[in-house]
């Protein structure tokens, strides 16, 4: 069965201070991984997609990488505005059609001025 | 604006309701989906849609039913609401096959009582 967690639930940084979430997965064959922000009561808004191990991808003050296992979303000199939730998702390659994406029950990042 | 339009954005419903949330995205995306979001359980798909005039159950798709007439609106119908239905529901849509990250709507806050 394919399964995503995340680390921490929850992380409070000061503005400024670096850190990184973890995603972990099991997946027979991973098609792609996913990030996913997600501000309150808001919908989930796409931040990137990682396909093979060894894979990086940058956008502002956000890096993700990903190795067989898990996932890391690095956040560099965080503002308050990074505060949301993370979430991490995983296709497996034999969904095509994207209909089982399995969902990481995300980590809550507060980033205090 | 190019996206996912929900409505309505919030509701609250009496038990035994008959109750339908609308779904419409001006994006041309062939797939469609409906998420239910629960604190602890994270997003779980309902039922989901390849492309126009094509539907399939997801993981919790009891109690609910979609239909797919055109590319662009994917309604869900809550036939007879139950509290457990009590969640917040997020419409998504990505291309189509292949490793495409979601777009998600804004989300539906619906409270059965």
């Known amino acids: 069965e394919d399964q995503v967690t995340q680390s921490p639930e929850a992380l409070r940084l000061q503005e400024g201070e670096s850190s990184s979430l973890n995603c972990s997965y099991t997946?027979?064959?991973?098609?792609?991984l996913f990030w996913y922000r997600q501000d309150p009561g808001k919908g989930p808004e796409f931040l990137f997609t990682?396909?093979?191990a060894g894979e990086e991808k940058e956008k502002e003050r956000l890096k993700a990488t990903l190795t067989k296992k898990e996932s890391f979303l690095h956040i560099t000199a965080p503002k308050p505005e990074d505060s949301a939730t993370y979430l991490c998702?995983?296709?497996?390659?034999?969904?095509?059609?994207?209909?089982?994406?399995?969902f990481g029950p995300g980590t809550r990042l507060s980033v205090l001025p | 604006i190019a996206g996912i339009t929900q409505a309505p954005t919030s509701q609250i419903l009496a038990a035994g309701r008959r109750m339908t949330l609308r779904c419409t995205q001006d994006?041309?995306?062939?797939?469609m989906y409906w998420y239910r979001q629960d604190l602890g359980l994270g997003l779980r798909l309902i039922h989901y849609?390849?492309?126009?005039?094509?539907?399939g159950k997801g993981e919790v798709p009891d109690g609910y039913s979609v239909s797919r007439a055109n590319t662009d609106d994917f309604p869900l119908t809550l036939a007879s609401a139950v509290p457990s239905q009590t969640s917040v529901y997020f419409c998504?849509?990505?291309?189509?096959?292949?490793?495409?990250?979601?777009?998600f709507g804004s989300g539906t806050r619906l409270t059965v009582v």
């Open positions: 994006m041309r995306h062939n797939a």
């Open positions: 998702a995983v296709q497996a390659k034999r969904d095509n059609y994207g209909q089982n994406f399995v």
């Open positions: 998504a849509s990505k291309p189509g096959p292949g490793t495409y990250g979601y777009t």
């Open positions: 990682l396909y093979s």
């Open positions: 849609s390849n492309t126009a005039g094509t539907t």
């Open positions: 997946v027979s064959g991973l098609r792609g």
